[in-house]
């Protein structure tokens, strides 16, 4: 959401960011609603203060017996009276025009985000580890002989459609090792408070996370409502909502496990093989509340958050800082954390780490008191994958691949295995 002040003191700038995203100019189009709404606000103050006038003059005319006096000031009254509720309702159906116009309009990027149109132009800022050279085939994870009869495509879509899997055995218990490892890993080395999040919002929520209403075809809702969140960003962002915080509690540092739930609107066709697009999956999600001095800073202890869990797992990975016309609907700044995958020979999307500056905080309210007594500010937020467990797993699965299509697993998965390493060839672990 945008505060109408900046952009009517500043129009042109407002345009001009987001013409770097590639979208219309539409200040004039807010500033005209606005101009009507201030109208409306200050007709209905100037009639007021005539009835207030003319109210204090009734009782005066009746003293003086002037009953022609009287009359024209008791129908006065009653004439402002409709005015002013007129007035308000105008102003009132304005003021909600506006704010769904906003509702709308994308964050403006920061300044230093790279120009471009689309994902080519995203710019690579760092890559770590080296992909393996493997002197046979690379397989993907799906097609994997220790894989394969633990990753039920065909089941799944019996229960429930397309883009589902059931996993089992020891690939589920992989599976559920990594997310054990991710959040293991943010409570007890990054200092991140763990929460069991719900997976049902409300509108509200989603609303202020900005995933409505421009994004209300891309999760499912419930028959009465609810939501079922496309990620745990929405609940741990969302705590926040309405606080005054003590600017003495920033940073918030949180992270959580949960299912997520996308409807993959608009992705037909794409990545229909294996397991890397859902329409159900798992996530750690990390989120951060922080004083707007500091939200940039927090961008990159996050992204070092995420790409560690990639190191200590030794999946090879790059960093791209995502370009104007790449970067998502809520977000000033992202940078995509992308993991190698020898059955694509690609990199592959496993994370992203986004700022949205005041941009969720002003949809939901969330402000903190300054140290020195000000008035209160909008916090900043911040989210990111801190994994993506299912894509998580087609990296460690596809990079710890053998010709006999067993798979050597990391070494700090261990603990979670019970000491074990190898899946074999058989799905069982050793």
Not at 195 to 201: C, F, K, M, Q, T
Not at 210 to 223: A, V
Not at 349 to 358: A, F, N, P
């Amino acid at each position: 959401m945008h505060d109408i002040r900046a952009i009517r003191e500043n129009p042109a700038a407002f345009d001009a960011a987001l013409a770097r995203r590639g979208d219309a100019p539409v200040s004039s189009s807010l500033l005209d609603i606005d101009e009507k709404r201030r109208a409306c606000i200050l007709a209905a103050e100037t009639a007021q203060a005539e009835q207030n006038k003319a109210s204090k003059e009734v009782g005066a005319a009746k003293g003086r017996g002037d009953d022609a006096e009287f009359e024209r000031l008791r129908a006065l009254v009653t004439e402002k009276k409709a005015q002013i509720a007129k007035m308000q309702e105008e102003a009132k159906a304005l003021d909600t025009q506006l704010t769904d116009a906003l509702a709308y309009i994308p964050n403006l990027p920061a300044d230093d985000v790279p120009d471009g149109k689309d994902e080519d132009d995203n710019v690579e800022v760092s890559r770590w580890g080296t992909p393996q050279t493997f002197d046979f085939a690379a397989k993907e994870h799906f097609d994997l002989a220790s894989v394969a009869p633990h990753m039920d495509f065909e089941t799944a879509a019996k229960t429930s459609g397309s883009r589902f899997v059931m996993l089992k055995g020891a690939v589920a218990r992989i599976h559920r090792a990594l997310a054990q490892f991710m959040i293991d890993t943010h409570v007890d080395k990054n200092g991140l408070l763990e929460v069991n999040s719900p997976v049902l919002v409300r509108d509200d929520a989603m609303y202020g996370t900005d995933k409505l209403p421009k994004f209300g075809e891309d999760s499912y809702q419930t028959r009465e409502g609810m939501w079922l969140v496309p990620t745990s960003e929405v609940p741990l962002t969302y705590s926040v909502a309405g606080d005054v915080l003590d600017a003495k509690a920033l940073p918030i540092r949180m992270t959580a496990h949960t299912l997520c739930f996308r409807s993959e609107a608009g992705s037909a066709g794409r990545d229909t093989s294996g397991m890397l697009r859902q329409h159900q999956f798992e996530k750690v999600e990390m989120v951060s509340v922080t004083h707007p001095d500091d939200s940039d800073t927090e961008q990159k202890r996050m992204l070092r958050c995420a790409e560690n869990l990639l190191e200590l797992l030794n999946i090879p990975y790059r960093t791209v800082e995502l370009c104007t016309g790449d970067t998502g609907f809520g977000a000033r700044r992202t940078f995509d954390i992308e993991a190698w995958l020898p059955g694509q020979d690609a990199y592959r999307e496993i994370s992203s780490v986004s700022t949205t500056g005041d941009f969720q905080a002003r949809r939901m309210n969330a402000r903190f008191k300054p140290a020195d007594g000000g008035k209160p500010q909008f916090v900043h937020t911040l989210n990111g994958s801190g994994l993506a467990v299912g894509r998580c797993l087609i990296a460690v699965l596809e990079n710890g691949q053998h010709a006999d299509g067993s798979v050597t697993l990391p070494d700090v998965l261990a603990p979670y295995l019970g000491g074990k390493t190898t899946l074999g060839v058989d799905g069982t672990l050793s």
